[in-house]
């Protein structure tokens, strides 16, 4: 598995390589950053794994998990990306947010990833709101349809 390209100027957010006035061979830089835009638009991830998948499809991503291994290892809760044969990955910022198609909802990154967990209808009280109850329901309902909540 080959080393990634370090660049010497990238984006203070995101870290997209920058382009130099006269450079030679600027494909290597532009590819980089388009790679990333690629993984970054709208990220989805196959899931959280420690272990890189042996037949990754092309644009496969996956959050690294806490104990990663292989080619993996040193780049814990990174998004790693299938592009061209190899692994790129990426360092989160706080606030990123990336669909999870295996648990079917948004996991959310500040200081480590994180998804929203189930939520219990209200059931009883003395008191019983049926129209309340219902309201309720439809709101939680909506929320995991949005992939916000957890099913």
Known sequence: MSEPLVFTSTTPRLGLPNLFAAQAQKEFTVNEAFSLIDALLHPV???ESNDPPLSPDEGECWIVGSQPKGGWTGYTDRIACNQSGNWLFVSPVKGMVAFDTSAGRIARYDG????????????????????????????????????????
Not at 118 to 127: Q, S
């Open 112 to 151: 480590g990833w994180s998804s929203a967990s189930a939520v219990a209808i209200p059931n009883g009280g003395t008191t019983v709101d049926t129209e309340a109850r219902s309201a309720i329901a439809g709101i939680v309902d909506a929320l995991t349809v949005a992939g916000i909540l957890k099913a």
């Open 45 to 47: 991830v196959q899931g």
